[in-house]
């Protein structure tokens, strides 16, 4: 948990999200469980600083849904396979066609565009390998690309703004 930093700009981001009325939910591969490197009580421990430092912004995570396994399990939750979001789905009771999901790495926006995501990328942690390049052709040719989780929010605030505007 002491090693854990938030991207810069990245809880402002959520809770901004959150004080327009958006839920926001984490689909997060833990690996470092399966393969033994860290406790499920060290992760829980990580997510508490996370929640604490969302809440002192206004903000929260609806929830966090987690693949515990190692990349050799062969599991269905394992991101690019879409497990977790197919979880995210039944815990809601939603069809998750046409939900903006953001992540930073390709198995990311494959996962949640196997269950009809609006799949985007930013280019902040491990999706900084992407600046300045064309994105490779495994990604959904549909895939949006931000330069970091604030520019993702703008974005979809604003997209939500006009369409709001060309209903009255």
């Known amino acids: 948990p002491d090693e854990w930093l938030p991207l810069p700009g990245a809880l402002e981001a959520i809770a901004r999200l959150n004080h ?20 499920v009580s060290d992760l829980n421990d990580i997510h508490v600083k996370m929640h604490q430092q969302l809440a ?3 903000g929260r ?3 966090v849904f987690y693949c515990p396994h190692a990349p050799d399990e062969g599991c269905r939750c394992r991101k690019p396979e879409p ?17 903006p999901t ?3 790495t390709a198995r ?18 491990k999706g900084a390998v992407y600046r300045g390049v064309r994105l490779p052709d495994n ?12 520019a ?10 006009a369409q709001s505007g060309q209903a009255q």
Do not use: M
Not at 83 to 99: A, M
């Open 61 to 63: 995570i609806d929830a």
């Open 139 to 150: 990604f959904p040719t549909h895939t949006r690309v931000h330069a970091d989780l604030v």
């Open 20 to 39: 327009a009325g958006w839920h926001v939910v984490v689909a997060s591969n833990q690996s470092g469980l399966g393969r033994g490197l860290f406790e």
């Open 83 to 99: 497990g977790l979001f197919e979880q995210i789905g039944e815990r809601y009771g939603i069809d998750l066609k046409g939900v």
């Open 56 to 58: 002192a912004l206004g």
């Open 102 to 104: 953001v992540g930073d």
């Open 152 to 161: 993702f929010v703008e974005f979809l605030l604003a997209r939500e703004e």
């Open 108 to 125: 990311d926006v494959l996962a949640g565009a196997a269950v009809g995501c609006e799949p985007h990328l930013v280019l902040t942690g």
